[in-house]
């Protein structure tokens, strides 16, 4: 088992930058495939971006991309999400998740964090 804890949400305003952190322990953090969802009031929870163990390999939904940018140290067992240009639409709970497989569906992650408040004012 792998435990995730983000950190690094906040209020920003629209066009503003955040960096988010998931830190894991439990288990040896280079044997996963660690991925961001998110999920708005009244939203399914929604693919963001995933990366591969190794960091070679990189994903992100057409919503985020080109703004959005994933990256992990594995060394330091955390995985991060650098958000810049920030629009009111991307105001959501974040998740990490960690699983064994390069996929984008919510179904495939076996361990979730509590996720972190980014709320992105116009």
């Known amino acids: 088992q792998v435990q995730l804890v983000e950190s690094g949400g906040g209020l920003v305003q629209a066009g503003g930058s955040l960096r988010l952190s998931c830190a894991a322990s439990?288990?040896?953090?280079?044997?996963?495939?660690m991925a961001w969802f998110r999920q708005a009031p009244g939203k399914e929870r929604e693919f963001v971006s995933v990366?591969?163990?190794?960091?070679?390999?990189?994903l992100y939904a057409d919503s985020v991309k080109g703004r959005f940018t994933i990256s992990r140290n594995n060394a330091g067992n955390t995985l991060y999400l650098q958000m810049n240009s920030l629009k009111p639409e991307d105001t959501a709970v974040y998740y990490c998740?960690?699983?064994?497989?390069?996929?984008?569906?919510?179904?495939?992650?076996?361990?979730w964090g509590q996720g972190t408040q980014v709320t992105v004012s116009s």
């Open positions: 439990g288990r040896t953090f280079s044997n996963y495939v």
């Open positions: 990366i591969s163990r190794s960091a070679g390999t990189t």
């Open positions: 998740a960690a699983g064994w497989t390069f996929v984008v569906r919510t179904s495939d992650y076996e361990y």
